[in-house]
Structures are given as structure tokens and as C-alpha cells.
């Protein structure tokens, strides 16, 4: 998207720590089925439909690079939660595809 301004500061270093982690979770679950397509549009499917079943998690990036404050994320991050998201966006599409 790029730069986002508002009054002359840069909100672009605003991120949804969950897209990070259901990225490295689809890697993971592609990597071990190899019968999931893995065309341009089921990747952007499985990934805009597993953040569409998890709350976003706003963090800025001060925040993210704190490491006393890195504690406090780990636990608001659910990993077998964004696992759960992540399987079932991937059978879905996988079931489904729009091609």
C-alpha cells in the first residue's frame, strides 16, 4: 500500500502481527501437502481468507522492537488458533478453487 501520512506522520509502520504469522503457517502447511495448488490466486485466497477469520493485531513498530514488551505479544498470539484459521482457509480453497 505504501506510505500512509496523516498530519506529516508515517503510519506505515503500523502492522497486523498476524499476517506474519499466518505466512509462516501457510509455508509450513504447503510444505507438507504438496497437492494444494499453489497458483497466484488460491496463495492470496488461503492468506486473505485466513485474516479474515482472525482479529487483527495491531502493533507499531517501536512497540513490535521492545523486547520487554515482546513477552506481552507472544501471548496475546495464538499460534494454534492462526494454525486452526490457516487449515481451514487451505481446505476451503483447496475444495473450492476459483479456477
Not at 506505515?12 to 504438496?34: A, H, P, R, T
Amino acid at each position: 500500500m505504501g506510505r500512509k501520512d496523516i498530519f506529516g506522520f508515517d503510519l506505515s509502520e503500523i502492522n497486523n502481527i498476524n499476517e506474519e504469522l499466518v505466512i509462516e503457517l501457510m509455508e509450513e502447511i504447503l510444505n507438507e501437502d504438496k497437492s494444494i495448488c499453489r497458483c497466484h490466486l488460491c496463495i492470496e485466497d488461503i492468506y486473505a481468507l485466513s485474516l479474515n477469520n482472525l482479529p487483527p493485531l495491531y502493533v507499531q513498530s517501536t512497540f513490535k522492537d521492545t523486547s520487554s514488551q515482546d513477552n506481552d505479544l507472544t501471548g496475546t498470539l495464538d499460534r494454534a488458533r492462526v494454525e486452526k484459521a490457516v487449515r481451514e482457509a487451505t481446505n476451503k480453497v483447496n475444495s473450492n478453487p476459483y479456477h
